[in-house]
C-alpha cells in the first residue's frame, strides 16, 4: 500500500547536462560539449513535460529545479517557455520556488534579469571555494574576484541566492576554514550548502586518489573539527542547520529539497534524471538514459527515455528513514512503521540514545548534531538487519 502522507506537493527536476569544463571532483551526468542544438532540447524537454502531464495530470507544483550539469548555460528562452507550459499542464503554487544552479563564470546581469522575467526566483551559485589556489585544485573556471562579483549581480537579480561552498579540501586547515567561512558569512545570504569534499570513483579525484596521488586531504579528526565549526559559525551568523549539509535562515530552507529528504513527489527529466512518482495506489523510482544523445533520440523516437521500477514498502522504509534523518527534524516514526511493518527496535534507539547520537519522542526520531556527524553509523544501528 503507497504511503501517501507527505505528498502535499510536487516538485519538478530539469537536468541540463552540460558544463564548460568538467571539475575532477564531480560524478554528476555532466559532459563538455561545444556544440547544443539549443531548441531541439526545449522540444525534446516539453515532449517529456507533455508526456508526464498525461500520465499525472492531478498535481501542484510546488517547486522547480534546474540542475546540472551548469543550466546557468542554457538560454533564458527555453526556461521561459518550460514554465510557461507548466501552467498549461498542472496546478501551480502560488509560491512555488523556481531555482537554477549557476557558476561564477557564466554570471551575466542582463542574462540573469532574463531568467528573473522567465519565472525564475531562487539562485544557486557554486562558489565552492574563496581562495585561488583552491579553486585551480578544484578544477573551477572562475576567480575569487569573479566569485564575488557573481554573488553581488545573483542578489541584484534574485530576492533568494544561496551558495554552495566546499570544506575539507586538500591541505586546509580548521584555522584556514574558519576565516574562509566567516568571509561567507559576512556575505549574509539566507541560505548555505556547505559540504565536506568527498572522493568518489570514477572521478579524476577517485582516479588520483586510488594511485596515492592526492594528497594533503584532512584526516576524520580535522573534518569533523570542520563540522563542528559549521554549525556553531551558523548559529552565531543566524542560519540554522536544517540539514547535515544546509543551513538557513527561517523560512529559507531550499524547499525543492525539503521534497527529497521528506520522500514527497519529484519529477525529473533530462539524461540521467531521478525522480520519485506515486501512480494511484503504487510508488516509483524513474530514472532516464544517461547519455544526452541517446536520451535526445529516445524521446524523439518516442522510444522512451525514463525507465519505472516500482518501489515496495519496505524500500520506501528505508529510503525514508536514510533521508529523513539528514534532516534536523527527523522521522516521523508512525509513518516509518506504517511503511516498514515494524517499529524501529526500542533496543536500537536506546543505545543511540545513550551515545547522545539520536533525539527519540513519543513521535519522531532525529539524530543530535554529535549523531548527524556520525550519520552513516546512526542508520546502520537503525535499519533492519536485512536491510543493511
Known amino acids: 500500500m503507497l504511503d501517501t502522507s507527505s505528498f502535499e506537493s510536487t516538485g519538478l527536476y530539469v537536468h ?41 495530470p492531478s498535481r501542484t507544483l510546488t517547486s522547480v529545479f534546474f540542475g546540472g550539469g551548469t543550466p546557468s548555460l542554457m538560454d533564458p528562452e527555453i526556461i521561459a517557455e518550460l514554465l510557461n507550459q507548466l501552467a498549461c499542464h498542472w496546478k501551480i503554487a502560488s509560491d512555488i520556488e523556481i531555482t537554477v ?30 581562495n585561488d589556489k583552491d579553486l585551480a585544485r578544484l578544477g573551477r573556471q572562475h ?21 554552495d561552498v566546499i570544506y575539507g579540501r586538500q591541505h586546509q586547515t580548521v584555522t584556514d576554514w574558519e576565516q574562509e567561512l566567516a568571509s561567507v558569512l559576512s556575505f549574509g545570504l539566507d541560505h548555505l550548502s556547505l559540504y565536506q569534499l568527498t572522493i568518489e570513483p570514477r572521478t579524476a579525484f577517485g582516479d588520483r586518489f586510488a594511485a596515492g596521488k592526492l594528497n594533503g586531504l584532512p584526516d576524520e579528526q580535522c573534518a569533523v573539527d570542520m563540522m563542528h565549526l559549521n554549525y556553531s559559525a551558523c548559529d552565531d551568523a543566524g542560519l540554522s542547520a536544517y540539514e547535515v549539509s544546509n543551513f538557513a535562515r527561517p523560512s529559507e530552507q531550499s524547499r525543492h529539497n525539503l521534497t527529497y529528504w521528506r520522500c514527497g513527489d519529484y519529477l525529473a527529466i533530462g539524461p540521467g534524471a531521478h525522480g520519485r512518482v506515486s501512480i494511484e495506489d503504487t510508488r516509483y523510482a524513474t530514472e532516464t538514459v544517461k547519455l544526452p544523445e541517446f536520451w535526445l533520440r529516445s524521446v524523439e523516437t518516442g522510444v522512451g527515455a525514463e525507465a519505472r521500477r516500482r518501489l515496495s514498502t519496505s524500500e520506501q522504509a528505508t529510503e525514508y528513514l536514510i533521508m529523513g534523518l539528514r534532516l534536523v527534524e527527523g522521522i516521523d516514526r508512525h509513518r516509518y512503521e506504517k511503511l516498514a511493518g515494524v517499529p524501529i527496535a526500542e533496543s536500537s534507539i536506546a543505545a543511540l ?23 552513516n553509523a546512526v542508520i546502520s544501528e537503525l535499519l533492519p538487519t536485512n536491510s543493511r
Request: aromatic letters at 10%; one cysteine or more; hydrophobic letters at 40%.
Open 353 to 375: 540514545q545513550d551515545l547522545d547520537l539520536i533525539e527519540p519522542s513519543a513521535d519522531r526520531l532525529a539524530t543530535t548534531r554529535r549523531g548527524a556527524m556520525l550519520l
Open 16 to 56: 541540463w547536462p552540460f558544463c564548460a569544463a568538467k571539475c575532477p571532483y564531480c560524478d554528476f551526468n555532466s559532459y563538455v560539449s561545444d556544440q547544443v542544438d539549443a531548441f531541439r532540447w526545449l522540444r525534446a524537454y516539453q515532449s517529456e513535460l507533455s508526456r508526464l502531464a498525461s500520465e499525472m
Open 143 to 163: 576567480t575569487t574576484a569573479e566569485s564575488l562579483e557573481a554573488i553581488a549581480i545573483s542578489r541584484q537579480c534574485f530576492d533568494r541566492v544561496s551558495i
Open 101 to 130: 544552479e549557476a557558476n561564477p563564470s557564466s554570471v551575466d546581469n542582463q542574462k540573469f534579469q532574463d531568467f528573473r522575467a522567465a519565472g525564475v526566483n531562487r539562485l544557486s551559485l557554486g562558489v565552492q571555494a574563496l
